[in-house]
DNA sequence: CTTAGCCCTGTAATCGTTACCACGTGACCG
DNA sequence: CGGTCACGTGGTAACGATTACAGGGCTAAG
């Protein structure tokens, strides 16, 4: 592996010269600096990133935590970071942490040892011990799409509560009363917020906890249509588990809207395209993911960024049957 | 921050017994291994992954550059590399080309600089002039899902030969002569071989290329619908353009297989919740990962691991319409 | 003609670790 | 009882880059 050492022996030059003309630092004369860049050319060189950083306490990487890749809504939120965070010089490391608050903290850990710039992290659970450890270190924290109690970082996040009013009088429009919600865990911010707004709608609720997975989607649904006094709408507070629900709809034969109405938090590109397609409430997925990096950003250059807060929408689509005057 | 030195001092001993201490090299005394311990815990000491990589050139962290992360494909052979670098206590760094081979090519430079001990790739194109860079630092290269012509280096992908023959006999025994492909870009290895593969079949074929994206499913199924003497059924390449050619079948209000059959290379789980549900060629998606990750860890531990081929296979489900015993 | 000042360059220290070598001590054996 | 051996430990030189500081050459001014 070339070194900057071989590149300065090659220019004629010492490895401090070859350094400026490579960060462009104090100007060299234009003939050393073409004569250092052909050296650089001709080897191939390219600079021990490690090396680098190690000197100058800085890697330009921002470190990702995600609750679950296989997830479209982190999937692409972990594009659009990604993206933001290109524009601006900043490359990202992407860790998945499979909804686990050990693996969450033990990536954490794994990325401040990597010297991360700053570090994004959807986290996987209400525990907050892990930000101590962060804030410790003085690394620039902000949490995405969900919070954690006692977090003094920003937050980035949608805000459902108008959507799930609206929800929850389209419901009540369509002549539901009585409504089965699959939420998400009671220790996620997520997953408490998105029940306590719909619940203020005035429906009668059954609820069941998921994990934000398709499984316990497929479970919770199960549960809630094997009730005596069965539902006459479901309503999954994520994607994943709107997909499980979906299944076990199908497994039972049960004909949405006619049987059973439904309703998901969070739009897929599929939903749409299903018989009836699927009334949901959309997250504003990519602008959050890009409002995320850029306050992280921000953080790192020293400002201090406010919570964003974006509104999701409801979009019906018919899923949960049509508005009945008569109601 | 702190440092070894630190530890040192606070332990009474020297940076070298640390360091011994936490890399179990040549056994210390129980007691000031214990003495050094609890003066790690008492600092909250966590070693400098940077300044370590520099000094034993190795990071024990792979680098994985993708295609397009949203593409759900890609996401779920990301977490099953993931995971099973993991187990073996490697790191992945997952880097999203976004099918550009520029960006492509961007990012296996930047992770090499970040000294990866090895790297997997998902070639965004034929061009292969990167692989020459990667060769040349002699850093283990797996290429997965695509090949590139010349690659010297072990390739894991999925073989659909098979799969495609039965998918032109599926449809064939279902009435159908013309058929519309939506082939991927020819330009990658999996947009050629599946196309080849399918025109084995002895169906009449007008091929359209798209780009392994949703918009470019739309586009090529508009152009497949528009054709004067129309296909009777369309084949995506691809999960994607797959979804863009649904798009379009609903925009235009036709049925499937009533009108149009469909078939999709790449299964996905809600393709099942359509009606019809949705005929594919089902790829081991996370096997592949699996097994990529083991070739790479394989050739960075000196081995020399053979190519990987799993098979892919058809999965019916009556979106290309019932085969007419009269055909 | 001398000297101040500027610009370019090189020398060397430094970032935090680990590898190598040398040293001291205690044990064991002849 | 002395010598060897083994083992635990400390000092020190790397790893590959950046950067403060110093020095040398040249121009311009007095």
Not at 59 to 65: C, D, N, R, S
Not at 190 to 205: H, K, N, P, S
Not at 221 to 246: F, K, S
Request: proline share 5%; with cysteine.
């Amino acid at each position: 592996m070339t070194t900057i050492k071989d590149v300065a022996q090659h220019a004629g030059v010492s490895t401090a010269t070859v350094s400026r003309v490579l960060n462009g630092h104090a100007a060299p004369t234009e003939e050393t600096r073409t004569r250092v860049l052909a050296a650089v050319e001709e080897l191939g060189y390219r600079p021990n990133a490690l090396a680098r950083s190690l000197r100058t306490t800085s890697t330009t990487t921002l470190g990702l935590v995600i609750s679950d890749l296989v997830n479209p809504f982190f999937a692409e939120i972990a594009r659009a970071v990604e993206e933001e965070a290109r524009a601006h010089g900043f490359c990202v490391i992407v860790a998945n942490a499979d909804e686990s608050a050990e693996q969450q903290a033990t990536y954490v850990r794994n990325l401040l040892d990597r010297r991360v710039d700053g570090l994004l992290v959807c986290p996987a659970t209400d525990d907050p011990t892990w930000i101590a450890e962060v804030e410790d270190k003085h690394i620039p924290l902000v949490l995405l799409d969900r919070t954690v109690a006692g977090a003094t970082c920003p937050v980035v996040r949608a805000d459902g509560a108008q959507a799930l009013a609206d929800l929850a009088a389209a419901l009540t429009a369509a002549g539901h009363r009585r409504v089965g919600v699959i939420a998400g865990p009671a220790d996620t911010s997520t997953g408490r917020e998105r029940l306590e707004q719909f619940a203020r709608g005035g429906l009668e609720l059954e609820v069941v906890h998921g994990d934000f997975r398709r499984d316990s989607g497929v479970r919770a649904a199960a549960a809630l249509l094997d009730l005596p006094d069965r539902p006459t709408a479901l309503v999954a507070m994520d994607n994943l588990m709107g997909l499980g629900a979906l299944e076990e709809l199908r497994r039972r034969n049960l004909k949405v809207p006619a049987d059973v109405g439904l309703a998901v938090y969070d739009d897929q590109p599929w939903f749409p395209l299903l018989d009836p397609p699927i009334t949901v409430v959309a997250q504003p997925t990519v602008e959050m993911g890009r409002a995320a990096a850029r306050s992280l950003l921000a953080l790192i250059a020293g400002e201090q960024p406010d919570d964003v807060r974006l509104t999701a929408r409801l979009v019906v689509r018919g899923s949960c049957g049509e508005a009945t005057g008569a109601a």
